[in-house]
């Protein structure tokens, strides 16, 4: 039986068809607005069996917000927390990897990660697939390796300090790219053209 399909829309929408946030015509079709860092559509059916998937892709969209709110939160504690370490283990505190900071970075990384599981999911936008979250991905991972030489690797305060301040700038590249929704994150303000196609 073929069952139609409609469009939750997770931002406002005004009587025009166009986004109140964005302006931007709203394209049902494609599913997505043309400001994907604003806006967002979840295709799903009107009817679906309880507790099939698209019954939870119906729950969470109902609670994007939230999911976006605990990210982006999630995104600034952890930056804080590493900066407030590396801080501290340039000089040579105990604090900077005392067990309780370190568990509770564990914490707030994994609750990290999985909203950002979550919306990847409910936004179809996948590493590999989709420009600025390949970027995103790779800027990640080499975060995650500066952070590690900045915490424990690095022997000399100068290269705690180098460490520290290449991890904190690829931070802001990775803040940049996650608002930008392009690989040239922050760059796209400062050159419009960046974001030409």
Known sequence: MN?????????????????????????????????????????????????????????????????????????????????????????????ANHPRARYLSYLIDTTLLAAALLLAWMLHQYPFRDAWLTTKVLLLVLYIGLGIFALK?????????????AALATYASIVGVAIAHHPAGWLIYLRPSFGSP
């Not at 305060?157 to 520290?164: E, Q, T």
């Open 3 to 95: 069952q139609q399909t409609r469009s939750i829309h997770l931002e406002q929408q005004s009587a025009s068809g166009k986004h109140d946030v964005c302006g931007h015509p709203c394209p049902h079709q494609s599913g997505l607005c043309l400001d994907r860092s604003r806006c967002a559509h979840i295709l799903i059916l009107d009817e679906e069996p309880e507790g099939s998937l698209l019954s939870v892709a119906r729950m969470l969209a109902d609670h994007y917000l939230q999911i976006r709110l605990l990210h982006v939160s999630c995104v600034a504690l952890s930056g804080l927390l590493f900066a407030t370490r590396g801080l501290l283990r340039i000089v040579d505190h105990p604090l």
């Open 153 to 165: 690797r690095a022997r000399s305060r100068g290269a705690r300090i180098w460490a520290l301040a």
